[in-house]
């Protein structure tokens, strides 16, 4: 039994260039939390999702970053046109139905714009 | 708006020394409390949850405990090592979310 896996772990980018994350949950969860650490600060939500719904994306930049839970497949977090703040490590959590019901962490994916 | 704050932000002990770590939140109303360690480049490995009606959780030399009333939490670690060298992050569960502390970077000297 998987835990979350996140891949890949590590990815380099330019500047200018896409970064796609992906998180694979528990499963049998459906629920898909992001969170973003940069360097020096904690741990931000980012958004939240249910398969092939978002329900809470209040932490996520306006502009050039995407999500989505397709209903079969990985959750992506995607950032468009990347620059050097976007450098961090980005983690996700999957849960059967909400923090509530528990949840588990994924090992997370360092991004790294050159 | 929840805000979880982590003291000291680091700290440097001798081996063997026991030690406080502490986290405090703004809003009372959490659902769980739980403690992460995290190594360098590495992901968060919980150490201790910590459920909203409980006042403290152990696991070997750690020890957590959960003041709801007064917005505190100390993880209290007994008989240091340098294999303790680590960031500890504070997290709560709140509305759904998780909002975690900037951590307590520990260094154990050997």
């Known amino acids: 039994n998987a835990g979350v896996m996140q891949n890949p772990r590590h990815l380099v980018r330019r500047r200018g260039q896409e970064a796609r994350l992906r998180c694979s949950p528990v499963?049998?969860?459906?629920?898909v939390y992001w969170y973003r650490q940069l360097p020096e600060e904690g741990l931000k939500f980012m958004v939240y999702l249910q398969k092939e719904n978002i329900i809470d994306e209040s932490g996520m930049p306006k502009e050039r970053f995407s999500a989505e839970f397709p209903k079969e497949g990985p959750s992506i977090l995607r950032i468009q046109q990347v620059v050097r703040g976007d450098s961090a490590a980005y983690f996700c959590a999957s849960s059967p139905g909400g923090l509530d019901y528990g949840y588990t962490f994924g090992s997370g994916t360092r991004l790294t714009v050159v | 708006k929840q805000e979880v704050t982590q003291i000291p932000a680091a700290l440097s002990v001798p081996e063997g020394e026991n030690l406080v770590l502490n986290c405090s939140f703004t809003?009372?109303?959490?659902?769980?409390l739980q403690w992460f360690r995290q190594d360098p480049g590495k992901g968060l490995t919980s150490l201790l949850l910590?459920?909203?009606?409980?006042r403290e959780q152990t696991s070997g030399r750690l020890n957590a405990s959960l003041d709801k009333s007064s917005g505190r939490s100390t993880l209290y670690i007994a008989a240091s090592q340098p294999g303790d060298s680590a960031t500890y992050l504070c997290a709560v569960i709140f509305r759904n979310q998780f909002y975690f502390g900037t951590g307590t970077s520990l260094t154990v000297i050997p």
């Open positions: 499963k049998g969860h459906s629920h």
């Open positions: 910590i459920q909203s009606s409980q």
């Open positions: 809003d009372s109303a959490i659902y769980n």
